[in-house]
Nanobody, 126 residues
Framework: QVELVESGGGLAQAGGSLRLSCAAS????????IGWFRQGPGKEREFVAA????????DYADSVKGRFTISRDMTKNTAYLQMKSLKPEDTAVYSC???????????????????WGQGTQVTVSS
């Protein structure tokens, strides 16, 4: 069983930055692909970013490319989502997810993920 705990959310001004953390327990990130998803007010949950278990491949939603960066610290078994140049439309509950990653392939569909964190709120003011 994998447990994921997010932290780092909060209030930011437009143009500002936040870094979200996703601490994993139960399995090492070396065996897990990690994805970040978000659900804004009145919206469906959507893909934000993903990284393979090897860290060699990443994928981003078009809306965050060039502004968000997904990464991992294997020594802490923690994944991160660095968010810069934040916009009010980035306001959402952000959740990290994990999947067994046998082939080292990046996944952007939430249906590909088996484990989910509880989510952390990010609010961007204009």
């Amino acid at each position: 069983q994998v447990e994921l705990v997010e932290s780092g959310g909060g209030l930011a001004q437009a143009g500002g930055s936040l870094r979200l953390s996703c601490a994993a327990s139960g399995r090492t990130l070396g065996s897990l692909g990690i994805g970040w998803f978000r659900q804004g007010p009145g919206k469906e949950r959507e893909f934000v970013a993903a990284i393979t278990r090897t860290g060699w491949s990443t994928d981003y939603a078009d809306s965050v490319k060039g502004r968000f960066t997904i990464s991992r610290d294997m020594t802490k078994n923690t994944a991160y989502l660095q968010m810069k140049s934040l916009k009010p439309e980035d306001t959402a509950v952000y959740s990290c997810a994990a999947r067994g990653d046998t082939w080292g392939t990046v996944a952007s569909s939430q249906n590909d993920y088996d484990y989910w964190g509880q989510g952390t709120q990010v609010t961007v003011s204009s």
